[in-house]
Nanobody, 124 residues
């Protein structure tokens, strides 16, 4: 089974930038949809950005639209999230996930099959 490992989380100043990576092993990113989610303590996990592996169509949560960019590199089997103009409210644990089914609501976590363990992003 595919394993996902996030990296790149750090503490950064407000207005700064950060790039998160999600490396897949034991499989490939040739799923119908892959994405990034984040979770605040005591809150429900929420979608941040997602991308269809086939056509490359992307989806973004309103809170991050225009600031975050999702991309993938199939050759490296890696998913990325470029985060710019970071705000304190972006502070959360960030997870990458992959779905083996066609996802019609790509920012909803319930349909995703595989998850990483998360990487912490703190913005001050």
């Amino acid at each position: 089974h595919v394993q996902l490992v996030e990296s790149g989380g750090a503490s950064v100043q407000a207005g700064g930038s950060l790039t998160l990576s999600c490396a897949a092993s034991g499989g490939s990113l040739r799923d119908y949809c892959i994405g990034w989610f984040r979770q605040y303590p005591g809150k429900e996990r929420e979608g941040v950005a997602a991308i269809y592996t086939g056509d490359g169509n992307t989806f973004y949560a309103g809170a991050v639209k225009g600031r975050f960019t999702i991309s993938k590199d199939n050759a490296k089997n890696t998913l990325y999230l470029q985060m710019n103009s970071l705000k304190p409210e972006d502070t959360a644990m960030y997870f990458c996930a992959a779905s083996t089914i066609i996802v019609h609501a790509p920012l909803i976590p319930v349909d995703y099959d595989y998850w990483g363990q998360g990487t912490q992003v703190t913005v001050s």
